[in-house]
């Protein structure tokens, strides 16, 4: 992953000692009903068997990218990766130019407008910045032709165990990748991908499968109402994820996202018109699976009522 490299050469003057790093996983681990992270990243997941699939890590300053998916009938159904970085200590002027440089400046992928994102939501101040995107991804493009260091890496890992296993894949899938850092906040810097077949959203066929052939793509959509309406379905999706993933970064209030005029009702959701109510429920069920302490679920419910 590029943000290893970038940021690796400063490793010989900062020293963190976080323990946030201090969960470990293993190619081929079994993972299920939750995605446990670390302290602050708990995620639920839809029924069925994960694996691990993809683990990179590195000293100081410390990261790591950990990825698994989710398989159904030899056919990957959905992934989920998450990076963070441990980027507190006293040398800001050398590492935030570079963080800056690797969001909003990098020729491929960020937190900026580009054609094959179908929205992308940002919130920045200075090295302070708050992000989603949603979007479609052309798989074998991906895991083929990747474009950059990160896709690159991503590619060995996921086609090593697709070949390992005599997987098949999607042509397209959807995404949708959360981001956020603040020196507010610990110096923690986290990232979330998660892509999905969009047969889990009883998606109609697909007969285009290229990056710009896509009936997903933003400038087609429009040609294709009924997947214009898996893409507002995913949309609302992954607001509400974002939402979440906001407590679980400690989003500070005035760096969160506006998402509500994204949220619908569906059956595979939660149906609340308040988002407040949404997130309270969501953080309820991590306090009842046992993913979060008393302590935990208490600051995180006053932060939401607050």
């Given at each position: 992953?590029?943000?290893?490299?970038?940021?690796?050469?400063l490793s010989f003057i900062i020293n963190v000692t976080s323990n946030s790093l201090a969960k470990t996983f293993f190619i081929g681990e079994q993972v299920k009903d939750y995605f446990i992270y670390n302290n602050d990243i708990k995620i639920k997941l839809n029924p069925g068997n994960w694996t691990v699939v993809r683990h990179q890590s590195r000293g100081v300053p410390k990261q790591k990218i950990?990825?698994?998916?989710?398989?159904?009938?030899?056919?990957?159904?959905?992934?989920?990766?998450?990076?963070?970085?441990?980027?507190?200590?006293?040398?800001?002027?050398?590492?935030?130019?570079?963080?800056?440089?690797?969001?909003?400046?990098?020729?491929?992928?960020?937190?900026?407008?580009?054609?094959?994102?179908?929205?992308?939501?940002?919130?920045?101040?200075?090295?302070?910045?708050?992000?989603?995107?949603?979007?479609?991804?052309?798989?074998?493009?991906?895991?083929?032709?990747?474009?950059?260091?990160?896709?690159?890496?991503?590619?060995?890992?996921?086609?090593?165990?697709?070949?390992?296993?005599?997987?098949?894949?999607?042509?397209?899938?959807?995404?949708?990748?959360?981001?956020?850092?603040?020196?507010?906040?610990?110096?923690?810097?986290?990232?979330?991908?998660?892509?999905?077949?969009?047969?889990?959203?009883?998606?109609?066929?697909?007969?285009?499968?290229?990056?710009?052939?896509?009936?997903?793509?933003?400038?087609?959509?429009?040609?294709?109402?009924?997947?214009?309406?898996?893409?507002?379905?995913?949309?609302?999706?992954?607001?509400?994820?974002?939402?979440?993933?906001?407590?679980?970064?400690?989003?500070?209030?005035?760096?969160?996202?506006?998402?509500?005029?994204?949220?619908?009702?569906?059956?595979?959701?939660?149906?609340?018109?308040?988002?407040?109510?949404?997130?309270?429920?969501?953080?309820?069920?991590?306090?009842?699976?046992?993913?979060?302490?008393?302590?935990?679920?208490?600051?995180?419910?006053?932060?939401?009522?607050?």
């Open positions: 992953m590029k943000k290893f490299f970038c940021i690796l050469f950990v990825g698994i998916a989710r398989v159904e009938n030899n056919q990957i159904m959905e992934i989920v990766e998450i990076y963070d970085a441990q980027l507190a200590g006293y040398y800001n002027y050398y590492i935030d130019p570079i963080i800056i440089e690797l969001v909003f400046k990098d020729e491929h992928d960020g937190c900026y407008e580009r054609s094959e994102y179908y929205l992308l939501k940002l919130y920045r101040n200075g090295t302070t910045f708050n992000c989603m995107k949603v979007r479609h991804v052309d798989v074998t493009k991906e895991l083929n032709y990747p474009d950059s260091p990160d896709g690159k890496a991503a590619a060995s890992a996921y086609n090593f165990w697709i070949k390992s296993n005599s997987l098949t894949y999607p042509k397209i899938t959807l995404q949708s990748y959360h981001t956020y850092f603040s020196r507010m906040v610990d110096g923690k810097w986290y990232e979330i991908r998660r892509l999905i077949h969009p047969k889990l959203l009883n998606a109609p066929k697909s007969n285009f499968f290229t990056e710009e052939t896509s009936e997903y793509h933003k400038h087609n959509i429009s040609q294709f109402p009924e997947h214009e309406e898996i893409m507002k379905k995913w949309i609302s999706i992954s607001s509400r994820f974002h939402k979440n993933f906001e407590i679980m970064a400690k989003t500070r209030s005035n760096h969160k996202l506006v998402l509500d005029e994204y949220f619908i009702e569906m059956e595979s959701e939660v149906k609340s018109n308040d988002p407040v109510v949404e997130q309270l429920k969501q953080l309820n069920e991590l306090y009842k699976s046992g993913a979060l302490t008393k302590e935990e679920f208490e600051k995180a419910k006053k932060k939401i009522l607050n």
